[in-house]
C-alpha cells in the first residue's frame, strides 16, 4: 500500500478517476479487506509480483483510462488463472498490445487468485446523492448486478446492524444464508464493509462514487476483488 493518500495523488495529477489499486489502497486503509496485489510496469516486474504472491494468479490493466477491464481490448484487460511465468508474460503482451492500439499508457495489476464459487459476490457502492447526500448500497454483485437489480439503499452513515437490516430485504439474501447446501456467509463482516463503505463516502467529500463490485463474500470472511472510485473535483 502507498503512503500518499490515493485521493489526494489522484486530485494532484488532474485525475477524477482512481486506479484499482488506489481504490484498494483506499479500501483498505478503512479496514475492507483486498487481496495480496502489486502494480508492474514490465513483464519481468509482474513476474516477479507473481512469485511472490503465489501462482495462480489474476492479471488485470491498470489505468485511470480503463473504467471496465473486461471490456477493453477485446478481453485482454483482464486475464485470469494464470498458473506459471510464461501465462504472466502472455497476459502482459496481451495488454501492451491493446494499451498500444488504444494509444494510451498502462501498468498491470497482479493480484492473488481467488475462488469465486466459494461465496456470493456482492456489490457494494457509495455515491453522494445531490437530494440526499450520501448514500451506500448493497446488492447482488458481479455479472448478476444489470441483470436483477436486486440492491438495498440506505443513507450514510450507518452502522453494522443497518448494513445487515440491508443485506437481509435483498431478495439474494437466501444466497447468503447457504442456498441449497452451500455454506453460509459471514453476513457479519460483509455488513463492515457495507457500513465501512459508507463511512467513505461520508467523510471525504471528494468522493462522488465507489464500486466495490464483487465483494466475494463466503463463511470466511468478505473480500474486495474489484473496486473503482469516482472523484468530484469540485469538492476539493
Known sequence: MSERDPVEA??????TT???????DLLAAAGVETLDFAVASTADEAVAAAESI??????KVSSPAVAHKSEWGDGAG????????AAV??????????????????????????????????IVGGLRDPSFGPVVLAGLGGVFTEVYEDTAHR????DRAEAEDALRELTAARLLDGY???????????????????????DRPTIAEIDVNPVLATADGAVALDAM???????A
Open 155 to 158: 443513507l450514510a452513515p450507518i
Open 89 to 122: 508474460r502472455d497476459a502482459v503482451a496481451d495488454i501492451e498490445a491493446a494499451a498500444e492500439a488504444a494509444g494510451i499508457d498502462v501498468d498491470v495489476l497482479v493480484e492473488a487468485a481467488a475462488d469465486v464459487d466459494a461465496g456470493t459476490e456482492v
Open 18 to 24: 482512481l486506479t484499482e489499486a488506489e481504490s484498494k
Open 229 to 235: 472510485v469516482v472523484l468530484d473535483d469540485d469538492a
Open 180 to 202: 441449497r447446501g452451500r455454506p453460509p456467509a459471514d453476513i457479519h463482516s460483509l455488513a463492515a464493509v457495507v457500513s465501512r463503505v459508507g463511512d467513505l463516502v461520508d
Open 10 to 15: 489522484a486530485l494532484a495529477d488532474g485525475r
Open 78 to 85: 483482464v486475464a485470469l488463472d494464470l498458473r506459471d511465468e
Open 54 to 59: 503465489g501462482y495462480p494468479v489474476v492479471l
